[in-house]
């Protein structure tokens, strides 16, 4: 049975909210593996903000995600996340039952839990735009293993043992995705080769106009919006491929520059940091120090 959620913000701050939307039971309060074919209700168009973490394997085409002005890279066989504070758009086909599988589970379920302290190292939580797991027929067996696994625990009666082996099997899922997303790195490699380009571009281009005076520094967000990727995303990939972080990769063009500015002109090091984008100079003193080795006035009068 559809129904229309529309014009409704609806807050998943709990596993039950999320069932109860889609006619599904609960077997945990703080956990739930999700199989929506076996939906009763579900809706046609709706709102979402996640206040649990979400992992969704799409199998067929049934509709479209949407965050912001972005839709995400949703095909079939795709994986999804969403962790805690944000927003989708749902949008599914009008008399076509949804088709996925996948795991819900609220912060408390590992808190506390070594899961929990490693749980931000998991960075496809925060993608937050198009970028969908892609996975093989291989790789999907294995996500669909680890869920079975988790369903096997929530058929079992709660004992002492419950909540760390939910834990462990969600950790194996987590960990295999990872290894999944790194494959990814290395199979779109052209993309991503394509679009350091793009960001070297970019970065020049930025630091050649006013930009620096008046946006100041740049940040990852700037290049990330870009080129059309949330900042996560664009961090993995740029360290992936290059070793070095997109923080670090801005850090050495200001270096690059203020070198060339110390060693063919009068500028002092305070006209060179405002030029940069420092809003104040010894920023760049201490940053300059911290990577070359010395002052800038030392370099400047060394070389």
Known sequence: MEENYKDEMIVIDNVNRYNEIFGLETKHPLVSI????????????AWFRYEVYALFLKNVKCGDIKYGRQYYDYQDGTIVCFGPGQITDLELIQNI??????LLFHPDLIRGT??????????????ETNE???????????????????????????????????????????????????????????????????????????FEGDAPQHLGLP??????????????????????????????YIQDKMIELAKE???????????IAYEIGFQYPQHLSRMFKRIVGMTPNKFRTQT
Not at 136 to 149: A, F, W
Not at 166 to 182: G, Q, V
Not at 227 to 245: A, E
């Open 34 to 45: 999700i199989d929506l074919t076996k939906s009763t209700t579900w809706p046609t168009r």
């Open 97 to 102: 039952q949804p088709n996925a599988h996948g």
């Open 114 to 127: 070594s899961l929990g302290q490693e749980i931000k190292n998991y960075s496809f939580f925060s993608y």
């Open 132 to 206: 969908a797991l892609h996975l093989s027929e291989e790789e999907r067996q294995i996500v669909m293993d680890c869920l079975q696994k988790i369903v096997i625990e929530l058929n079992h009666a709660i004992d002492r043992h419950s909540r760390r082996l939910i834990c462990t099997n969600i950790r194996l899922l987590l960990d295999y995705c990872m290894r999944f997303y790194e494959r990814q790195f290395e199979t779109r490699n052209k993309v991503n080769n394509d679009i350091i380009v793009r960001f070297e571009h970019l970065l020049n281009e930025y």
């Open 219 to 248: 940040s990852v967000k700037y290049f990330a919006d870009k080129v059309f990727l949330s900042p996560n995303y664009f961090g993995d990939m740029i360290r992936k491929q290059t070793g070095k972080t997109v923080s670090e």
């Open 261 to 271: 500015q110390l060693l063919s002109s009068d500028k002092t090091t305070s006209q």
